[in-house]
């Protein structure tokens, strides 16, 4: 999604703009540009495409600027559409949608005011031009009239060493050093040792003016003190450490990730959230894409060891169904950035209808894990890929000690995670094979991923991250339902993926092996099931380690994300910055 980077100091601001927008480049983006006000003129540069494509702007004089990077929701990615955008002395950076963008043009063309770009943030420069007084009011009255969200850095001709931000629904953070001051719509931008760092909450107004320490206001503009947030300014920089693609690196750090968000639940820090968990009747999981898939995992986990009714939603779904939420429901909300709009939207909802929230996320002081009862963090480490790999284990493992502990606040009990570590370890490496299956897959028409049970959940994922990082067409699909429509795609160029890992539903999957080898399939099996191997109509296979079935997607998955790597890179794919995609979606 868009990234925001702001700085106003002592210093140059456009290198500083420019080594920000590039620390954000992970959320995923289409251009870029950046504005320096010098002399109380603004200087602005726009680029379709990368970052480095604004290395020009590096040597601007000024020292106060905002910089962006646009992922295109109004309007195509182009150098017009590109941000800062500039009206009457104003320039804004805003990420965010304002739902209301058509009704609020039509009110300033009225006014004879023409329009430089499609987007709906360019409004915002209108808006805030249109206003008399000082900066901050002046954008306090454009926000008002926003529907929709945003995160805004604003600029003023006539205020030329101040930058106005406002959020509501889009992360924001402020920094502070001796440098100056700075902002950002996510810390690794701003991130340095000795510079303070705070975040926004939603309705909050900031206001950075150099020489002074940044002022932090509420809706009504009254002040607000804030405290500054802890973070680690060596974790923040993301770095390959020797691997060719950070989603490789991440795919290697899964075995400590795993190990370390298994949760001690039994500890006094979550003995409030036991106490929930024994009044729980009811479980709503809301998450989405990868997220989701860790929820029905959990759904599985949750109905075998505490035969608790547990139901996962699609986050987008969930908010517009009008759930019933049920008297002592539990609203488990899974994130890795603790940021997607929809996820947010679906916890607020759960929890105005009397649930309580508990956030699954890997990112501490996320929206997410402001707004909800209960947080269970996932300490899998800064994922900077789009596709996620190493979060999805380290959401199992919390959540997979959640469905332990609801089993036991039941005296019921689930088997211990303990030793799974090694295993993932195993799973990674033979994981490895998968690369010998590359002739079937680069030109393939389209892969089918097939599963039972906690089995269907791993080939959905596996299926998800091969179409965001290949752009090959594929789908999960549980192995009993193929016969019922699917099975009239496959064909001799559409190699498809077994996981039979439940030797209870093993012979039943390995049905519908039969079934697409005799339509001309290729059929790939990842299994630990060892009987399954003899199959002669099996062209390749992955041999995972033994383990309860209902965690097997902890391991299944490690293939699974190395098979889509691997055919991303055959492609000529970046596997890092899938096209159209962004890591963190803080919009609806
Ligand atoms: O940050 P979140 O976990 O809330 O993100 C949810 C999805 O956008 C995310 O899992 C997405 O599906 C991944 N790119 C899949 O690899």
Known sequence: MCGIVGYVGERNAAPILLDGLQKLEYRGYDSAGI???????????KRKGR???????????????VGHTRWATHGAPSERNAHPHLFGGICVVHNGIVENAAALKAVCEARGETFSSETDSEVIAHLVAAEQGDLLHAVRAAAEKLVGSYAIAVLSESAPDTIVCARKASPLVVGYGEDGLFVASDIPAIAAAGRRVYTLADGEFAVLKKG???????????SVEK???????????????????????EIAEVPEAVARSIPDLSKGDFSELYEVLCQTEYLHIVACGTAYHSGLCMKHAVQKFARLPAEAFIASEY???DPIVPKNTLAVAVSQSGETADTLAAAALAKERGARVLAVTNVPYSSLERMSDFVLPTRAGREIAVAATKSFNAQLAALYALAGALAESRGKSAPPLAGIQPLVREAAAAGERVRSWMPYFVGAKSVFFLGRGADYVAACEGSLKLKEI???????????????????????????????TDPALADKTMNAVHEVYARGAAVFLITNVSACLSCAEITASVLLPKCEPAYSPMLSSLPLQLLAYYVAIARGNDPDKP?????SVTVE
């Not at 970052?51 to 600027?65: H, M, N, Q, Y």
């Not at 320490?213 to 009254?222: M, Q």
């Not at 405290?227 to 450490?241: L, M, Q, S, T, V």
């Not at 096209?579 to 890591?583: F, V």
């Open 51 to 65: 970052v480095k494509g604004l290395s020009a702007a590096r040597s601007l004089a000024g020292k106060t600027g």
């Open 212 to 222: 002074t320490a940044p002022a932090f206001y509420d809706a009504s503009l009254r």
């Open 319 to 321: 908010r517009y169904s």
């Open 579 to 583: 096209r159209n995609l962004a890591k």
């Open 35 to 45: 504005a320096v006000a010098e002399g109380g003129k603004f200087t602005v540069v």
């Open 227 to 249: 405290r500054e947030i802890a973070y680690d300014a060596e974790e923040d920089i993301p770095e390959k450490r020797g691997f060719r693609h950070f989603m490789k690196k």
């Open 470 to 500: 290949s752009y090959l067409p594929s789908e999960g699909y549980p192995a009993g339902e193929l016969k019922h429509g699917t099975l009239a795609l496959v064909d001799g160029r559409t190699p498809v993926v077994a996981v039979v």
